[in-house]
């Protein structure tokens, strides 16, 4: 069943659209994933299904109710949560604390969920008491996504989730986002670590120039020789 769908995405920065006609979609069991040049709208699409980017044109639905443009506040209470790439920790706050922030929503006891947080991220554990702002990259990008998991969301969007990390971190963030997906949670990630990325992909969506360039199983994409060559740096997997 498609948890999400976005269709006909156009919108941009100040009068000038980056999406011109983008569409996305993603069941609740998959991972999507969106690649493509610098550019191409990736992040500005991840911005406009989560209500910080009006749109001109275009709908996004969830669970087939339009949430065009509803404010993030309301989606997250719809059970979606999303991780921008930058300033996505409280850095003068405790890991447990930003883990608390990310509970605003619930009335409950959250004791649970925090322990769940750190059996996904082990390493944060030690450091609960200790400023987020104080973490390696690696760490601080374990706890945004760790607080997007405390409202326990039906679809997770992460944008550039492994930016900037070492190659050992990279992998660990791609283990944890299956695990993440194992446990029953949609996810949307956009990524410059295409090949890795696309790997772990149920669906996989290139764009260019703001559109749609070529949708496929993530697998197929990686054997594509013209994604191979013009996205993906190489040779086809």
Known sequence: MTLLRAEGLVGGYGGNDILNGVDLSVAGHEIAVIVGPNGAGKSTAMKAIFGLLKLRLGRVRLDDDDITDEPPDRLVRRGMAYVPQE????????????????????RDDIRTAIDEVYTLFPALR???????????????????????????????????????????IIDEIFERVVAINKAGVGIMMVEQNARQALAI?????????????????????????????????GTPA
């Open 126 to 168: 030690e450091k609960r008491r200790q400023p987020a702002g104080e973490l390696s990259g690696g760490q601080r990008q374990m706890v945004a996504i760790g607080r997007a998991l405390m409202i326990e969301p039906r679809l997770l969007l992460l944008d550039e989730p492994t930016a900037g990390l070492s190659p050992r």
């Open 201 to 233: 992909a149920h669906t996989g969506y290139v764009l260019a120039t703001g559109r749609n360039r070529f949708t496929d199983t993530g697998k197929a994409l990686l054997a594509n020789r013209e994604v191979a060559e013009s996205f993906l740096g």
């Open 87 to 106: 300033r996505n920790v409280f850095p003068n706050l405790t890991v447990n604390e930003n883990l608390e922030m990310g509970a605003f929503a619930r």
